[in-house]
């Protein structure tokens, strides 16, 4: 079970990224996915996530800028990250929730590598 992340980069304030996660191994159709970030110097924080049923949740500091999406058949999941702020900076993972549920961080249990997002001011 493999999950690679793809899409960061360094974008000026006020920009767009999109970010993808692709899974592979098996099928990610009956997990939530979501998206997690790591900034310099702190713990790693939810940042928003899609249910199987494609319920999604988001974290507050995101509502409005980010949207979740998934594409079962491709077994991806995308992370449309708009209006990026410099406090967006950030190590972004994306993880695998074998309970189909994803609201609840510690239910991620597959993960993969990181990609950074840069938000320059």
């Known amino acids: 079970v493999h999950l690679q992340a793809s899409g960061g980069g360094l974008v000026q304030a006020g920009g767009s990224l999109r970010l993808s996660c692709a899974g592979s191994?098996?099928?990610?159709?009956?997990?939530?996915m979501g998206w997690f970030r790591q900034a310099p110097g702190k713990e790693r924080e939810f940042v928003a996530a899609i249910s199987w049923s494609r319920s999604t949740y988001y974290t507050d500091s995101v509502k409005g800028r980010f949207t979740i999406s998934r594409d079962n058949p491709k077994n991806t999941v995308t992370l449309q990250m708009n209006s990026l702020k410099p406090e967006d900076t950030a190590v972004y993972y994306c993880?695998?929730?074998?309970?189909?549920?994803?609201?609840?961080?510690?239910?991620?249990?597959?993960w993969g590598q990181g990609t950074l997002v840069t938000v320059s001011s």
């Open positions: 993880a695998a929730d074998s309970t189909g549920r994803g609201y609840r961080s510690s239910s991620f249990d597959y």
């Open positions: 191994g098996r099928s990610f159709s009956n997990f939530a």
